[in-house]
């Protein structure tokens, strides 16, 4: 029989469907914290704290989830990724020391799902991993019961079916996270968005300290589909620019 196990931020989860999360840190204090709220959260955990130990860890080992620090011996967070996700598709959450725009886009570019900036609370750390491996569940669901049809918007083209996105043809490469966020722009497409909205559509985040992982998401879309078709509303939100009729 299947035993339930209730988190420390009352989520139940199930014992014998436990979920995977490789966590890769080469601070053993910041490691062992996440590995010990993780654990007490119902997750699976195990640690690597260089690039080889990591991508030989998530091939040998499937993780659900990876939490990836940036900075590594051997090869850096980055790599990491890149040869992971070039295995097989799994969400990231980057970890970066540096409050760095560019290393949160960069790392957005090749396959991260979300990041946090440390310090970070662990409270905050196990409900994002909850919140994202939720959103990974229910594409998984959408992927398996697809809505039909192309949704066109003049150039922009979004395939709900085999959730891909093309731009005046040409086939543009979108993590599940820069989808889903397309994808809830296009929903209503020239009506501005807030940050806070996109943060509860997408991420199942309602807390307001996320919106610059927002922010990050929409710089790493606009370098894909084009910036002059998400609009900025200063101190509002987003809109998805739509041809005029």
């Known amino acids: 029989m299947e035993q339930t196990h209730t988190s420390q931020n009352g989520t139940t989860t199930t014992q014998g469907a436990q979920r995977r999360v490789l966590v890769v840190e080469d601070d053993p204090t910041i490691v062992d914290a996440i590995a010990t709220r993780l654990r007490a959260e119902g997750f699976l955990v195990q640690t690597a704290v260089d690039g080889p130990s990591a991508v030989d ?102 395939d709900h079916a085999q959730r891909r996105v093309r731009v005046r043809s040409e086939d543009v490469h979108l993590t599940p996270t820069e989808f889903d966020l397309l994808v809830c722009l296009a929903n209503t497409p020239r009506a501005v968005l807030s940050r806070e909205q996109l943060l509860a559509e997408v991420w199942d985040w309602a807390d307001a300290s996320g919106t610059r992982t927002v922010d990050s998401h929409i710089k790493a879309l606009r370098r894909k589909i084009g910036a002059e078709r998400i609009r900025t509303v200063h101190g509002v939100g987003y809109a998805l620019e739509t041809p005029t009729p």
């Open 57 to 158: 860890t998530a091939e040998a080992w499937q993780p659900d989830l990876l939490i990836l620090d940036i900075m590594l011996p051997g090869f850096d967070g980055l790599e990491v990724c890149r040869r992971v996700q070039a295995a097989r598709p799994v969400p990231v959450m980057m970890l970066t020391a540096r409050d760095d725009e560019t290393d949160m886009l960069v790392g957005l570019g090749v396959g991260a799902d979300d990041y946090m900036t440390k310090p970070f609370s662990m409270r905050e750390l196990a409900a994002r991993v909850h919140v994202l491996l939720r959103r990974v569940e229910r594409a998984a669901l959408a992927a398996a019961t697809p809505r039909s049809g192309i949704l066109r918007l003049g150039e922009l083209e979004i």
